[in-house]
């Protein structure tokens, strides 16, 4: 591999580094506001906060999967890149000559990795609504 390929891969594996720590960071905060906002309701404050944690929830999933497709994208552009020959580097970080080969961004949203993580955290906002609903009526 010569300098000028080197370099270009390097470029865009730190853009794929980037997507995977915006990833991270968004399920951080997921998780988070999600348990702010069910302390908010647990307290002696309003129990209907619980239900504004539906909010963040979806999206920062949605956020998510925007991030996951983006680096797949990257990805993809590697590959590509590596393949190439030391004359045909241009530095290039468009992505639109692999869009049409990678899944969309609603595919990449409901990917079983992000339905297991947020799913479950909705799943949590479900049960802790139903728990707040049995609570008020008795």
């Known amino acids: 591999m010569m300098n000028e390929k080197a370099k270009h891969l390097e470029m865009i594996q730190e853009i794929i580094n980037r997507m995977a720590r915006n990833s991270f960071s968004v399920k951080e905060w997921s998780v988070i506001l999600v348990s702010a906002l069910f302390a908010l309701a647990a307290g002696d404050s309003n129990p209907q906060f619980v239900y504004l944690a539906y909010f963040p929830a979806a999206a920062f999933w949605f956020l998510d999967g925007y991030y996951l497709w ?63 609903l049995l609570t008020e009526s008795k």
């Open 70 to 132: 983006q680096e797949r994208l990257y990805r993809k552009l590697y590959d590509e890149v590596r393949k190439l020959g030391e004359s045909s580097i241009d530095f290039s970080m468009d992505t639109s000559s692999v869009t049409d080969e990678k899944a969309p961004w609603l595919i990449a949203t409901f990917s079983i990795t992000l339905w297991l993580f947020h799913g479950s955290i909705i799943i949590a906002i479900i049960l802790v609504c139903l728990l707040f």
